[in-house]
């Protein structure tokens, strides 16, 4: 019967451009924000198009490139946990990388997490954590888990489906969209329904937020649906404007300073890392013209008046206001993501208490965040973030105000703190903080056994080979936690146990049933893969000593199958 099986990315698409729809209908704040964040991508492509001229995007590729999605979910029971990456896995998403939230000192969290991709085509994400209840003292903890333990997220359908795929190897499409909508239905649902106030009262009085959100509602509710922006500081000033935080004069300055850093950085670089549909050939292949800045004035002009329209004014929605800074690396330091999010909205729930009474109140958790991914870091790369990071968490603390106060100073201060990392693609891959992936080009193929050298440095300088960076396709559990404390207006937690606990990868491993993807020895699988064809290609493999060529084996061995770089995820 396997030919009635349906492919599972495809399906995976399917699943999350269901979930957006689902999450739009839910927080209508969610379903503008993507109208803005158009908006703002219109403008950087008419914008790039300018610099290079022949490039340019419909609405609808628009939508079809930044389409991509990763959500958020918060799961009870160890049990809940194993059905999940069994459900994520029917749509060809694996674990990937442990997150241990319990131990990033004072934005400690009482959760570890994964999250679940596709190693191939990392498009859609969700990052799911589960509840350590034994971060809690005794009381605490038996509390939550009798709440726990009589819930039931998973359908008997849902189950049904899940194993037919496993034991049969697939699914037809019926039974794919059925999983589907029980997902929409169902387990990632709001239903504004909960249980045992009293509980949910303790437990957040007790600064435990995170673990009132786990353990008092029904479902793995959707905490959030992350789409990708082309332009974080034009997005977050576009946001802030439609929010009524900033005046026109401040969005004019602002995301005039956005576009004039794209009118400037938005290179051939900038292009293959943002416009997966393009090939690095077919970008290489675009003329380019000088750009003045009277364009970027024009742009703005049109994006006020855009923004100025009746729909997209959202002052009047209800809404928490915007995060203050970005979570991440310094704009133009292109390496990692950088996330920010307008905060938490206050939703109605109803609580059915254990005493048969209702209480109808209000939860906030659910917020809307937004991303921008740059290059994926190697182990010395991430060295120099974390580095970076520190030194400006520290000139932070010493001001906590600064960014909402003086946003330009803010800003100039993290660019300092960054100002030792390189800013471009070539000088990042030359010292080794990123991954790369290498091509021959057809100069190479065209001199293949007459080339002199096997260094690849010089081969790219030759023209022979074309260096692109990887894209970081994974999560900053630093920047995670800056999140979580934004938006449950609390900065962290301290275990109330007797005794801390200790979590561990391989604890979170046995109680998925299977291995956590290492993604940076996916990472760098991916460019000794790419060395090793481009070696080969060349004719130069015999050039390699056989120490080097044992060790780019090795690395290659962690190589994802079937990578590929465009994508075809169509999210509304
Ligand atoms: C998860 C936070 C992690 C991100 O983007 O880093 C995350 C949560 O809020 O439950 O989504
Ligand atoms: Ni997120």
Redesign the pocket.
């Known amino acids: 019967m396997s030919r009635d099986f349906v492919d599972r990315v495809e399906m995976q698409n399917r699943l999350f451009s269901e979930l957006s729809r689902m999450f739009g209908e839910e927080v209508p704040l969610y379903d503008k924000s993507l109208a803005v964040n158009l908006v703002c991508n219109r403008a950087v492509c008419a914008l790039v198009g300018r610099r290079f001229p022949g490039f340019s995007m419909s609405d609808e590729q628009i939508n079809l490139t930044s389409g991509e999605r ?1 959500g ?3 799961i009870g029971r160890p049990d809940e946990y194993r059905w999940i990456g069994r459900f994520f896995s029917v749509f060809a998403m694996e674990p990937h990388n442990f997150y241990d939230m319990a131990s990033i000192g004072a934005k400690s969290q009482p959760v570890i ?1 994964t999250a679940f991709r596709s190693e191939a085509y990392p498009e859609h994400r969700v ?1 799911s ?1 589960l509840l350590m209840t034994d971060y809690f003292d005794e009381a605490t903890q038996e509390r939550v888990e009798t709440l726990l333990s009589d819930r039931c997220v998973f359908s008997d359908r849902a189950k049904a489906l899940i194993e037919k795929d496993e034991s049969e190897g697939g699914l037809n499409r019926e039974d794919f969209e059925a999983l589907i909508h029980e997902g929409t239905d169902r387990i990632f649902k709001w239903t504004g329904r909960a249980r045992d106030h009293q509980l949910y009262k303790d437990l957040c009085e007790g600064g435990f937020k995170i673990a009132a959100d786990i353990a008092c509602f029904d479902s793995h509710h959707l ?2 649906l ?1 789409p990708n922006t082309f332009c974080m500081d034009l997005y977050t000033s576009a946001m802030k404007y439609a929010l009524g935080e900033y005046d026109e004069a401040a969005l004019r300055l602002r995301a005039g300073a956005a576009l004039e850093r794209i009118r400037v950085d938005g290179d051939r670089d900038y292009m293959t890392l943002h416009f997966k549909h393009l090939t690095r050939a077919e970008i290489d292949g675009l003329p380019e013209t000088d750009v003045s800045g009277s364009v970027v004035d024009e742009l703005i002009d049109g994006l006020v008046d855009r923004l100025n329209e009746p729909d997209l004014d959202l002052s009047k929605l209800d809404h928490a206001g915007f995060k203050d800074f970005t979570e991440g690396p310094a704009v133009g330091t292109p390496v990692l993501l950088r ?1 920010d999010a307008y905060k938490a909205l206050t939703e109605a729930v109803v609580f059915h208490n254990p005493d048969g009474t209702e209480t109808r109140t209000v939860h906030t958790a659910r917020f809307g ?1 937004i ?1 921008q991914r740059f290059y994926a870091t190697t182990p010395k790369g991430r060295a120099m973030y974390d580095q970076c990071l520190a030194e400006h968490e520290e000139a932070r603390s010493q001001d906590p105000g600064l960014a909402k106060r003086d946003f330009e100073a803010y800003q100039a201060a993290q660019i300092q703190a960054y100002a030792t990392f390189p800013k471009t693609l070539g000088e990042l891959l030359e010292q080794g903080l990123v991954y790369g992936r290498y091509e021959p080009t057809d100069a190479g193929l065209a001199a293949a056994g007459s080339i002199q050298t096997s260094d690849l440095r010089t081969l790219v300088q030759q023209g022979y080979v074309r260096a692109d960076g990887l894209r970081y396709e994974d ?3 630093f ?2 936690a800056g ?2 404390a934004s ?1 449950l207006n609390q900065y962290g937690t301290t275990s109330t146990a007797r005794q801390r606990k200790e979590y561990s990868q391989e604890m979170l491993e046995e109680i998925l049933g299977k291995p956590i993807v290492d993604t940076d020895r996916s990472y760098r699988g991916m460019e000794a893969q790419s060395v090793l064809k481009t070696y080969e290609r060349l004719g130069l493999t015999g050039w390699l000593s056989e120490a080097e060529l044992s060790r780019l084996k090795k690395d290659a061995e962690g190589c994802p199958v079937g990578v590929s770089r465009r994508s075809t995820a169509l999210v509304k």
């Open positions: 990763h958020a979910i918060r997490a990052f954590s905490n959030h992350t996330q965040e991303e999560f900053l559990p920047s995670a999140i979580f938006n």
